[in-house]
């Protein structure tokens, strides 16, 4: 079993910035993906940002140039650095892994980023 745990939101002023981290623990002998969902509400949730064990990374159109996705493999560690954040960037936002194959997918419980003056 795997647990995820996020920090790091919080209310924050538009152009502001925000450091998401969420840190998997359990039984882990490697992770291949990480990332960042968001859930606005009556809105479905969305990908983020996502970062494979490479270093290949993807995002959302809507994020690009403004969020940075980065991971540390020695701490099972994914963070996500926010930057120049709009109100629409306001959502719960929940860490995702998936450990590779069949070894399964894991949620965490999510963190609220509000943004607003």
């Known amino acids: 079993q795997v647990q995820l745990v996020e920090s790091g939101g919080g209310l924050v002023q538009p152009g502001g910035s925000l450091r998401l981290s969420c840190a998997a623990s359990?039984?882990?002998?490697?992770?291949?993906?990480m990332g960042w969902y968001r859930q606005a509400p009556e809105k479905q949730r969305e990908l983020v940002a996502r970062i494979a064990s490479g270093g290949t990374t993807n995002y959302a159109d809507s994020v690009k140039g403004r969020f940075t996705i980065s991971r540390d493999d020695a701490k099972n560690t994914v963070y996500l650095q926010m930057n120049t954040l709009k109100p629409e960037d306001g959502a719960v936002y929940y860490c995702?892994?998936?450990?590779?194959?069949?070894?399964?997918?894991?949620w965490g419980q999510g963190t609220q980023v509000t943004v607003s003056s």
């Open positions: 359990g039984t882990i002998s490697s992770i291949y993906v």
């Open positions: 995702y892994v998936y450990l590779g194959g069949t070894r399964g997918d894991y």
